[in-house]
C-alpha cells in the first residue's frame, strides 16, 4: 500500500525553526520527485517546495526561499523539510505528495494515493 506519513509539526514562535519528515512506504523513493504543500484555513492548497528524485535539484515558492530547505535520504525512505524563521502566514497542515518530477516547486503530474494526512504547523508567541 502506498503511502506517505507527515511529521514533525508543533507550535512554534515566531522565528524559530521545525523540521518536517515525510517517509514513504509501498513504493520506491528513488523513482519519485516529492514535493511539500500547505493549507492554511480557508485557503487553497499550495506548493511550497520540491525536490528532483536524487536530490540534486530542489525547487522554492518565493515565499519560503532562503527559509526552507528540503532534502531526501532515500535510503532512509524519507523526505525533510528544514523550515527556518517561521513567521505567521507559515502556519497550515503541510503535506508531502510525489510525481514523477518538479515542475517548478510542484511535482508533477501528481501520482493517485499522493496525500498524506499532514502535519500541522502553528506559528504563535
Known amino acids: 500500500q502506498v503511502q506517505l506519513v507527515e511529521s514533525g509539526g508543533g507550535l512554534v514562535q515566531p522565528g524559530g525553526s521545525l523540521r518536517l519528515s515525510c517517509e514513504a512506504s509501498g513504493f520506491t523513493l528513488d523513482y519519485y520527485a516529492i514535493g511539500w504543500f500547505r493549507q492554511a484555513p480557508g485557503k487553497e492548497r499550495e506548493g511550497v517546495s520540491c525536490?528532483?528524485?536524487?536530490?540534486?535539484?530542489?525547487n522554492y515558492a518565493d515565499s519560503v526561499k532562503g527559509r526552507f530547505t528540503i532534502s531526501r535520504d532515500n535510503a532512509k525512505n524519507t523526505v525533510y523539510l528544514q523550515m527556518n524563521n517561521l513567521k505567521s502566514e507559515d502556519a497550515a497542515i503541510y503535506y508531502c505528495?510525489?510525481?514523477?518530477?518538479?515542475?517548478?516547486?510542484?511535482?508533477?503530474?501528481?501520482?493517485?494515493?499522493?496525500w498524506g494526512q499532514g502535519t500541522r504547523v502553528t506559528v504563535s508567541s
Open positions: 505528495a510525489r510525481g514523477s518530477y518538479c515542475s517548478g516547486y510542484i511535482p508533477y503530474p501528481l501520482s493517485e494515493g499522493s
Open positions: 525536490i528532483s528524485r536524487s536530490g540534486g535539484s530542489t
